[in-house]
């Protein structure tokens, strides 16, 4: 969580900098949904996001100098600058793909589960979405296939109240995600987005259940997108939380609120492992910087795989 | 050696034959296996060959995400049409993630749909609508118009490690060809010159191309000795071929059953006049659909469409015996 909040801190400053290019979409506040879903998977579990996908790839072990250098369009960037902040891939840890048109990712994590099953593994697919991703035509139809399979894809919806610029209430009359998918049987639970534990907890639970061949799930996490839609979005469309609510709901305070009430997490630690997150972020600007952009004619050479 | 089959039996003797060959061919779609007995899943279960509910998208995308495993799905979506309904996919995801990625991911899947069949199928049933995917950075279009080639044409498109978006034009569904026995594969990219002459170059796409034959026979007898040439796949296009026919030929007529700015035809035609203008001593003329939506009625669907009588008319347009009208 330290870590993806200090990157995706820095990399608000760089794209007011200009450094970070185009259009970019933080998941400050969202930590913990990534932090307690990823931290259990294996790099042969696939993961897929969407276009607020820097955290997940974070958190699924892709180095974060490879992501920022990506953000920055250079040859060293996960996909040598020719996918950026909506379009990260990392195949070797199992980041399949993040998307940048809502809910395009849902039917490819479930080809991931397939593939899974066929091979006869029982690695899983997770696809973060969010609550606007639910009301799409393509959610309701992979959920539907998902459940006739029976496939091991687990449904993480990111429900910060908000799709794009509107709240939920102007998108649906059905107020729980959970309840969307409530006809196909799957398993399904809300959390509370922001407390990473009892995300791990329930993440845990139904990742066992998946491997064991359950069939699909459905994980909803309530949350709260502390930035804009993307960096840059005035956000006039919502009251801006308070600091001292923020205080009570963000999810490393929450974390470290717990820890010394339960006595784990002795005083300095927070603040050396944020420490150690902001000089590994810095670390990482310093090495994307010095890397060069790619070779323009690189742009005709990966159209098309083999010849 | 070779065998006679109609042309969509050829397409599915690719399919048999490359799921006997490689285990990692998938076969899904709606109503593609309506009973135990179906061959495909006698041959090869139904781990591999899967009946999908009316899910386009869905199923389009479980193809892309099982691709990146490795897997290579062929899905049958049988109207060009209903694939219209998973653009999001066949645009936006399957041809674009292997470069979005930096080359991290592949994916070698096969969108295998019928087109331009009218006969009544009307507006939403017979569109020629291969030519938005032309352009599509990532995806490869192939269009057989003989039975080898829609086995041929098939084969190379499960091979290929890219999005491939097979049309089978419905017409063709029983025209029966020699087909080669056992592995025969036909590249994407390559053109075919049906018929040599020297006096016009016509090409003619998909059913057309049996249209345009015909044509040349009667223009033969009238003294016109045209070369006709069948691109075989859209993207990638031979253009050098067609190219170097016009070289030869000077005038180009182009049969395509398409509307006109939608066409492959414009396309075509854009590439001869931007690369072998030097080679035209006349305009280049496209016969086309007209732009309308393929009507119902019988009569009104001729009238539409491409046929000999207006494919003769526009070569002699292109060589100067008749005024060069709309």
Known sequence: MWRIRAFEERVGELTRADEVYGLVHLSIGQEGVAAGVCGQLRADDAVYSNHRAHGHVIAKGAPIE???AELMGRENGLCR??????????????????????????PLALGSALASRLLGSDAVAVVFFGDGAVQGGIFVESVNLAALWRLPAILVCENNGFAEFTPRSAHTNVERVGDVVAPWGLARETVDGNDVVAVHEAFGRFLAGARRGDGPMLLECLTHRLRGHYEGDPARY??????????????ILRLQRRGAVEGWFDGRVPGRLEHEARTEVEEAVRLARESPFPPPSLVSELVYAGL | MAHELPYIAAIAEAIHEEMERDETVLYFGQNIATSE??????????????????????????????????YRPVVELYMAEFMLVAMDQVVNEAPRFHYMSGGQVKVPIVLKAGYGFTCGWAGQHTGSIYGMFMGVPGLKVALPATAADAKGLMTASIRDDNPVVFFHHYLLTLEHGEVPDGEYVVQLGEAAVRREGGDVTIVALGWLLGKALKAAEQLAAEGINAEVIDPRSLAPLDTATILESVAKTGRLVIVDQSTRHGSAAAVI??????????????????VCALDATIPYSEPMEAYLLPDEAKIVDAVQQVLGFAPVGV
């Open chain 1, 66 to 68: 490879r992501v920022l």
């Open chain 1, 81 to 106: 600058g020719l996918g950026g902040s909506m379009h990260l891939v990392d195949a070797e840890h199992g980041f399949m793909g993040a998307t940048g048109v809502v809910g395009g990712n849902v």
């Open chain 1, 238 to 251: 919502r009251e801006a939380l308070a600091a001292e609510e923020w205080q009570e709901r963000d999810p």
């Open chain 2, 37 to 70: 007995n179906d061959p495909f899943l006698q041959a090869f279960g139904s781990d591999r060959v899967r009946v999908t509910p009316i899910s386009e998208t869905a199923e389009i995308g479980i193809a892309v995400g099982a691709a990146f495993a490795g």
């Open chain 2, 269 to 286: 035609a854009a590439e001869v006049a931007s690369e072998g203008f030097s080679s035209l001593r006349a305009p280049i003329k496209l």
